[in-house]
């Protein structure tokens, strides 16, 4: 059964700042990862995805997937206070449907 | 564009009623998902259905039913309310019946068992 764990459970991080999420998962031969964001009391959107090793740049975001070390990342560079929100990462589970991570919660300061 | 609607928004039951939420959606996505989501943690599948009158267990089955009487909606019984299953019940679609595809989501259901 594919299991995704996330790092840090929480993280306050001043306006300006880089922030780095992660996300382990259990089974290297997943093809499929993505990050959703959820505003507080709203519904939680996809924010990028991605099917290979590698990296991939959107903006002030960047994902970054290595599946020989079993790690996938989310980092964004100038942080905002409209960056706050819980952060969860999503892989396939052995169902072959997506499994989410527990979330990391991201206040930014202003 | 398309909508995901669910209905009701809150949702208060008494310990051991049975309960029944309600998800429409206007994307003509053919799969569907029922979620939990306790606390602003992470988010646990119920049941999804990949087409009309289908339905697959998730992990977190037990206790509850699920119905998919017509491609656009998605309807989710708990069958008797327990307190430890408070939580905010989230409905999902994605287009096409493969693993690996977008989904967007309702606003939610927030669920109060007295």
């Known amino acids: ?110 | 564009g398309g909508i995901i609607t669910q209905t009701p928004k809150f949702l208060i039951g008494q310990e051991g009623q049975k309960l029944t939420l309600k998800c429409q959606q206007n994307f003509n996505h053919d799969t569907m998902y029922w979620y939990r989501q306790d606390s602003g943690k992470g988010l646990r599948l119920i049941y999804y259905s990949i087409t009309e009158n289908d339905l697959q267990k998730g992990d977190l089955s037990e206790g509850y039913d699920a119905s998919r009487e017509k491609k656009s909606s998605f309807s989710l019984t708990v069958t008797s309310a327990q307190k430890n299953e408070m939580a905010v019940f989230l409905c999902a679609s994605s287009p096409g019946t493969g693993d690996y595809a977008e989904q967007f989501f309702g606003p939610g259901t927030r669920l109060t068992v007295l």
């Open chain 1, 1 to 110: 059964q594919q299991k995704v764990q996330q790092s840090p459970e929480s993280l306050i991080v001043p306006e300006g700042a880089m922030t780095s999420l992660n996300c382990t998962f259990s089974d290297s031969a997943s093809q499929y990862f993505a990050w959703y964001r959820q505003h507080s009391g709203k519904a939680p959107k996809a924010l990028m995805s991605i099917f290979s090793n590698g990296e991939k740049e959107e903006g002030r975001f960047t994902i970054h997937l290595n599946k020989a070390s079993l790690h996938f990342s989310l980092h964004i560079r100038d942080s905002q206070p409209s960056d706050s929100a819980l952060y969860l990462c999503a892989g396939p589970s052995n169902t072959n449907k997506v499994v989410f991570g527990t979330g990391t919660r991201l206040q930014v300061l202003p």
